[in-house]
């Protein structure tokens, strides 16, 4: 009789599975290479070149939305501007949403106010101005002085020949913004920028402390408490700067329209406005404001140039010493030298912008750097 043994099933699995694995081995692609010599000056002139792609990339995406970034600047500093006033409406017991309501209100019918009261007789004088600009320009030649440099260099005739170019026809407006369509665009474009930067300022202001507390979160725990001390007291000067400047600015503005009446000075408001503008920028502004204002004078007679000028260069000391070292008690002291180089540096890379946010952002650095960079210093 035969005997079958039992077939072994675990056995037969098993058996399957290193046939399968087998089956499945990895295959052999040959030797693996050396690494990639990072020190070939190929691989170095590769790296070079793709980082210097994508440098030159973000410049350009950064170069194409610079004028978002200017609006977004301006609006942070405004934003720090309002802060100490709905700083000053949270301590008398409103929340900061209610503060900066009252903020944007204030601000809102101080410029409606302005607009309805000012702006109409500016328009009017200005476009006088503009209008007058080539016979103005002849009448410099009355004076003596100047006649002479104009016969020795034609200073005076290449200027009128270039505001002949510039305004003939009456047609100042619609060349200077490039036909009508140039003149509509760029109404629309204020109004849109304007409304930009209103809505921005909004937001800056309703999320200035949160927005803060965000960034600090990045900060090591270790290091948060001093970085925050640090950051709080930027904000606050900063703040505290640009409402100052705001102020002396304002002042200098009602000093020149008040005089400008007194003397009997030409086209009166559209100065006082120049001169408000130049008044943000620090130190520069002045020379800049007084340079217009004593030509345009000039332009009535050298006597009311000489009253002008003069009283002018009086408000200046009187700013310096006196209005100046008030309000800017508690906004950041920096050098004159540090000022005046800020505000070429940032006037030539971003024009009144930059002349205007560099004093504040080289005051920031100054701060950082006597707090952190000075110390580090002194204890190696």
Do not use: W
């Not at 309002?82 to 410029?111: D, I, K």
């Not at 100065?271 to 000039?298: E, Y």
């Not at 946010?357 to 190696?380: C, G, T």
């Amino acid at each position: 009789m035969a005997i079958f043994n039992k077939p072994k099933i675990g056995s037969k699995l098993a058996t399957l599975r290193r046939s399968k694995g087998r089956s499945k081995a990895r295959e052999d692609f040959g030797k693996q290479g050396k690494p990639v010599d990072t020190s070939h000056p190929f691989y170095f002139g590769f790296m070079v070149t793709a980082g210097a792609l994508v440098a030159f990339t973000v410049l350009q995406a950064f170069a194409s939305a610079s004028a978002v970034f200017i609006l977004i600047i301006v609006s942070l500093f405004l934003a720090a501007g309002l802060n100490p006033a709905v700083l000053f409406f949270q301590n008398r017991g409103l929340n900061r949403a209610s503060s900066v309501s009252a903020v944007m209100g204030l601000v809102l019918l101080f410029v409606a106010i302005f607009i309805a009261i000012a702006v109409p007789p500016l328009i009017d004088q200005g476009n006088q101005l503009i209008n007058n600009a080539p016979q103005l320009v002849k009448d410099l030649n009355n004076n003596a002085f100047i006649n002479d440099l104009n016969n020795r260099y034609g200073v005076v005739d290449s200027l009128e020949a270039r505001i002949d170019s510039v305004i003939k026809d009456g047609q100042f407006a619609i060349t200077a913004f490039g036909g009508v369509i140039g003149v509509g665009k760029a109404v629309v474009s204020g109004l849109v920028s304007s409304l930009t930067i209103l809505v921005l300022t909004l937001y800056f202001l309703a999320s200035l402390p949160q927005v803060i507390n965000i960034g600090l979160q990045f900060v090591p725990a270790t290091r948060r408490n001093r970085v925050s001390r640090l950051v709080n007291a930027i904000v606050t000067r900063v703040g505290s700067f640009v409402g100052g400047q705001a102020i002396i600015a304002s002042l200098a503005a009602i000093f020149i329209l008040f005089m400008g009446l007194a003397i009997g000075m030409p086209y009166t408001g559209p100065l006082a406005v120049v001169v408000l503008v130049c008044g943000f920028i620090p130190l520069i502004g002045h020379f800049i404001g007084m340079g217009i204002v004593t030509l345009v004078s000039l332009t009535k007679s050298p006597t009311v140039a000489i009253i002008a000028l003069s009283s002018y260069i009086i408000y200046v000391q009187i700013e310096n010493y006196v209005i100046t070292p008030k309000i800017m008690r508690k906004s950041l002291a920096i050098p004159g030298l540090v000022t005046i180089i800020a505000a070429l540096l940032g006037t030539s890379l971003l024009g009144l912008v930059g002349g205007l946010v560099a004093v504040p952002i080289a005051a920031a650095v100054l701060l950082i750097i006597d707090e952190v960079v000075f110390p580090r210093a002194q204890q190696s």
